[in-house]
């Protein structure tokens, strides 16, 4: 479904009604980046954030997960030491509850 700018250029609007519904309508939602400098100067109600925020508040969510691995194959590849990035395998739990859209809010980091 469209979301932020892809669907400001498709339809006119950051988040249509139908990306809620079937949202709603779904196990779990994946986002990839829904914004760039593209549109950084549209008025509030065009804003990609303003629209994450409302399909955060639509949803009822209260945090989002990220995940962070790094594949054997991609260890030489970081700019960070082998020592550091082998093995590594996290999940970061971003709690959206604190304040109205909990932008700056600390991160708890889980290591499984």
Do not use: C
């Not at 980046?33 to 209260?62: C, M, P």
């Amino acid at each position: 479904m469209l979301l932020g700018g892809a669907a400001l250029d498709a339809t006119g609007v950051p988040m249509p009604n139908e990306t809620l519904v079937v949202s709603k309508q779904s196990d779990a939602v994946l986002l990839g980046a829904i914004g760039g400098y593209k549109w950084d100067k549209n008025e509030k109600h065009l804003k990609s954030e303003t629209r994450l925020l409302q399909l955060r508040s639509g949803l009822q969510v209260f945090a989002n997960l990220r995940l962070a691995t790094v594949f054997p194959h991609l260890v030489d590849a970081s700019t960070l030491k082998k020592e550091v990035v082998e093995g590594v395998d996290l999940m970061v739990v971003r709690e959206l509850t604190g304040g109205q859209s909990s932008f700056g809010s600390p991160l708890i980091i889980l290591n499984f």
